[in-house]
């Protein structure tokens, strides 16, 4: 599975055979936010995680200028919650999967000043502008390898999307759980979604979990120094058994050597160093690399992400 969100992943996903799901307010791949799975029986109420997720969801598009739901909110959308998913558990068929416009009718239907705010702070990406997640997905998401493109989202659609697509990815990796299967995360341009507090939370908790459900997440970025600035990055970090370091600006380079326990001489192999060059730290181990990957394969040409190398 690949989070996407800079659109370099297609070539390569496309020659594995892979689906390509494109999530941008002009196209007619969704993904349904509101999407529960009741098939796999994981040992926990399925409504109740769920619930945690909607709440994260909620907190992003609802109330980021208002510091986060207050508890009256949080019990006015915990009440709507079963209401909402009634339907679906009594016959859990794809047309009964209920879209974020069912929260709002729900909202709207409670007494409380607080929940005809809500509604109308979520009638944007119910029936305003930014309605893109307000479908039910229409997608192939039980593909072997399924790239999710967020790249075209824009900003006001970027971090409800990757909230979205990441408790999609969760869920499937669920399911390979208990389908015996390890499933294989890649997030790219990792730095956004330790941006915004609700995302970077949920980013946490997942990623301490996907080791023990048989998940292998690999994180990449460019942005160190913006990485590390976030207070999740600890729990992060202590989950990753191998780090794999490239070139690194002067402010990184210091930030990582700090952070990992880098001495200056193997500093060196980061700094003004060449393609394929760098740094793996592995466990307690620290260990120099020389790569050099031939150009002249296929494998490369569906990989590069150079600008020079894409025009040719």
């Known amino acids: ?3 996407d969100a800079e ?14 799901i494109r999530l941008a307010p002009d196209s007619d791949d969704y993904i349904n936010p509101m ?25 992003l598009i609802l109330s980021a200028s208002q510091g986060g739901l207050k508890p009256i909110e949080k019990s006015v959308i915990d009440r709507c919650i079963p209401k909402v998913y009634r339907e679906y558990i009594k016959n859990p068929v794809p047309e009964n999967m209920p879209v974020l416009g069912d929260l709002y009718d729900c909202l709207r239907a409670q007494q409380e000043p607080q929940a005809q705010e809500l509604a109308t702070a979520m009638e944007l990406y119910v029936t305003g502008s930014l309605s893109y997640l307000n479908h039910r997905t229409n997608v192939n998401i039980n593909n072997r390898v399924v790239c999710y493109n967020i790249s075209a989202l824009g900003q006001n659609l970027k971090k409800p999307g990757m909230l979205t697509v990441q408790n999609n990815i969760w869920q499937r990796t669920t399911v390979n759980r208990y389908a015996g299967k390890t499933t294989r995360i890649y997030l790219d341009e990792f730095h956004l979604l330790l941006k915004e507090p609700q995302t970077a939370a949920y980013t946490a908790e997942i990623y301490k979990r996907f080791r023990k459900w048989n998940g292998i997440p690999t994180a990449l970025t460019q942005n160190v120094k913006d990485l590390l600035d976030s207070p999740e990055i600890e729990n992060i970090l202590e989950n990753s058994d191998f780090i794999l ?15 990992l326990a880098i001495s200056p001489k193997e500093l060196t192999h980061i700094t003004n160093s060449g393609a394929g060059e760098g740094l793996l730290f592995f466990g307690d181990k620290i260990i120099p690399f020389v790569d050099k990957f031939p150009v002249d394969t296929q494998l490369y040409k569906v990989m590069t992400t150079k600008p020079a190398d894409l025009a040719a």
């Not at 992943?9 to 689906?19: H, I, M, N």
């Open 1 to 3: 599975l690949f989070l």
């Open 7 to 20: 659109n370099e992943y297609t070539s390569l996903v496309e020659q594995l055979g892979g689906q390509i």
């Open 35 to 59: 999407d529960i799975d009741l098939s796999t029986d994981t040992g926990e109420n399925p409504l109740l995680m769920k619930a945690d997720f909607i709440m994260s969801f909620c907190e």
């Open 245 to 259: 370091m490239l070139n690194q600006a002067a402010s990184d380079r210091n930030i990582l050597a700090q952070r």
